[in-house]
């Protein structure tokens, strides 16, 4: 069947704009039928308390200790239902947080958020699978920088709020020009053209040198025309004190080799003077790979599709109280919920809305109110913080959790 013929201007590559997401356009059908039927019924406007919880995680690469997730995508939920007749509860952006838990709480007339529900768990599921498989790369390294090289991976018009998840994962850096929006440096070190357009590798490093500002880390890619360790060497003699690192970008033609390269190289570094150059890999990392080429002597990692192009989180979104009253489908507890959480071992209890701060029954510490209330009728009613500062709160949970080391 031809595709129909439908005015593409204003829409050259199939993008919603904010304001569409905001005015409801990106919704499934049914929860439109869902309020005609409630229309019907003169329910549209009940009083509802619905909670959002993941029914599980996305698996990790490395599995065993890695049954949490990282929270992200809140701070566009709450700009979603800013201004419509809804208080909203949640756990803040970049909280760990494990499968089962109630991460929001929203509460309203029915018809103001209901149809919104597509895009609400858009942003955190996506969100949050890109946040959750950063910072499990992130603890793969052993807290060994890494950084986005994967935007090239997704739909561009995404790019800066996948660059954005990365970071509150506990990502180190992302490569795109537009995260300097978020406070952040864009980094990046040179892409094999350049050096096959500058026709030989020293032309191009010293050039490279020559011709970007004194702030960007000399990092020599150096795996063009030669095999990595000769042209490690020959980069380290062109650049000298002035080499920060060399990049191995890692062909899946040579998976399996890559530890030993890393090894050859950090050697024949070393054995020459140049301990102070770094070894950067890059090209097809996961967990695994980046957990190994650790430990083989990698300085640091760049990551791209297994961080942008990572499963999503499966948050569902669940009515819980109707009117007041407890009604709730089946598996799902009903009543509207209060989140507690111990600032010591930072588990998590679920309580009825309401309940008192209990002591830790871990720990006996006295627990403390995990929501942050974002929203009262629709208004902003707390800060939003910065991408740096939930970075923060991401790997300050991780070194807690002995997942990362401190400092
Ligand atoms: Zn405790």
Not at 5 to 21: A, W
Not at 295 to 322: K, Q
Not at 335 to 351: E, H, I, Q, S
Request: aromatic content about 6%; overall charge negative.
């Amino acid at each position: 069947m031809p595709e129909p013929e439908v005015d593409r201007e204003g829409r050259p590559f199939y993008v919603v704009s904010g304001e569409e997401i905001k005015a409801g356009k990106v919704v499934d059908v049914y929860f439109l039928r869902t309020m005609e039927t409630l229309r019907h019924l003169g329910l549209e406007d009940t009083r509802v308390v619905a909670e959002i919880a993941a029914r599980s995680l996305p698996r990790s690469r490395r599995g065993g200790r890695f049954e949490w997730g990282v929270l992200a995508g809140v701070e566009e939920v709450v700009r979603l239902l800013e201004g419509r007749r809804v208080d909203l509860y949640a756990l803040p952006d970049g909280s760990v947080f494990e499968p089962g838990l109630p991460v929001m709480r929203i509460e309203g007339p029915y018809s103001e958020f209901g149809p919104l529900e597509t895009s609400l768990l858009g942003f955190l599921c996506s969100m949050s699978g890109v946040a959750t498989a950063a910072a499990h790369v992130k603890v793969a390294a052993g807290g060994k920088p890494v950084v986005n090289f994967g935007i090239r991976r997704n739909h561009p018009a995404i790019s800066l709020a996948i660059e954005r998840a990365g970071l509150i994962g506990g990502l180190d850096g992302s490569s795109g020009i537009l995260v300097e929006e978020l406070g952040f440096k864009p980094v990046g070190t040179m892409p094999h053209a350049l050096i096959i357009i500058a026709g030989d590798q020293v032309r191009a490093w010293r050039a490279f040198d020559e011709a970007v500002p004194e702030d960007v880390p000399r990092i020599a890619l150096v795996d063009t025309l030669c095999d990595e360790k000769t042209e490690a060497i020959k980069a380290a003699e062109a650049l000298g004190e002035r080499l920060h690192g060399v990049r191995l970008d890692t062909p899946s033609s040579r998976r399996g080799r890559m530890e030993e390269i890393v090894r050859e190289v950090r050697w024949e570094l070393d054995l020459r003077g140049y301990k102070h150059v770094k070894i950067f890999v890059s090209g097809g990392l996961d967990e695994v790979s980046v957990e190994s080429l650790s430990r083989a002597g990698a300085d640091a990692f760049g990551v791209g599709s297994r961080i942008c192009g990572a499963d999503p989180v499966d948050f569902g979104m669940d009515v819980v109280e109707v009117e007041g009253e407890p009604r709730a489908k089946r598996g799902i507890k009903s009543g509207a919920k209060d989140v507690f959480r111990c600032p010591n071992c930072l588990r998590y209890l679920v309580l009825p809305k309401g309940s008192e701060p209990p002591t830790c029954p871990e720990c006996g510490a006295r627990v403390e109110p995990a929501y942050v209330k974002f929203l009262e009728g629709g208004r902003l009613v707390a800060d939003l913080p910065t991408t740096a500062e939930l970075q923060e709160r991401t790997l300050s949970q991780l070194r807690s959790m002995g997942l990362l080391p401190e400092g």
